[in-house]
């Protein structure tokens, strides 16, 4: 296990974009599978299709976003400790993060083959609750992750509790997509045919 971490503790430092992608679409594709199977109790007609849609959205949306995202971060280079985390967190949460909240939802309804018009719907319903919910969770995260992680191991903070994150995310996105189609249904209702 320890030659694991090493391994991968050198892919991040090596190949940060890459690495950081690759754990994207496993930490993406498995907390879906953990609201499908542990909060919505599919079972076995679990959407395999919805989760390599967060797969997907997570290694070639959201991964290198993030990892661009990081690396400016550590960048910045500030007068003291305390403002460093201050600045961080606050650039991180109120201005990356509204933008990455709306995307999320945005490129989902996307990549399920919606409209533009059915993504900024998906957005108006699901983005202030989501974000609200979003600062609960990541902001004692990212002063955490700031004050005493390694720059490189960031991302792995981030990852660990955006499992349960994306979880979370990807029940949120499904009820809302269950929602807009039972509105669509009975905004426009098949009419049977009279033979």
Not at 60 to 89: C, D, E
Not at 162 to 170: E, G, H, P
Not at 178 to 194: G, M, N, T, W, Y
Request: aromatic fraction near 12%; charge should be positive; hydrophobic fraction near 50%.
């Amino acid at each position: 296990m320890s030659r694991l971490l090493h391994a991968f503790n050198q892919a991040l430092i090596r190949k940060p974009l890459v690495t950081q992608c690759a754990t994207s679409v496993v930490l993406f594709g498995t907390g879906d599978i953990l609201a499908q199977q542990a909060f919505e109790k599919k079972g076995a007609n679990h959407d395999w299709m919805r989760t390599a849609r967060l797969s997907f959205y997570g290694g070639a949306i959201f991964g290198p976003v993030i990892t661009k995202w990081l690396q400016f971060l550590n960048r910045m280079q500030f007068t003291s400790p305390t403002k460093a985390v201050a600045y961080k967190v606050y650039l991180d949460q109120f201005v990356f993060t509204p933008g990455v909240v709306a995307m999320f939802f945005g490129s989902l309804t996307l990549l399920e083959g919606k409209s533009v018009n059915d993504a900024k719907e998906r957005i108006s319903e699901a983005y202030v609750p989501t974000l609200l919910r979003n600062w609960g969770v990541f902001i004692p995260t990212q002063i955490v992750n700031f004050a005493v992680v390694p720059h490189h191991l960031r991302f792995i903070t981030i990852g660990v509790v955006s499992l349960f994150w994306n979880a979370y995310l990807s029940a949120v996105n499904a009820a809302k997509q269950l929602e807009i189609a039972v509105e669509h249904a009975h905004e426009h209702p098949v009419e049977k045919e009279i033979d």
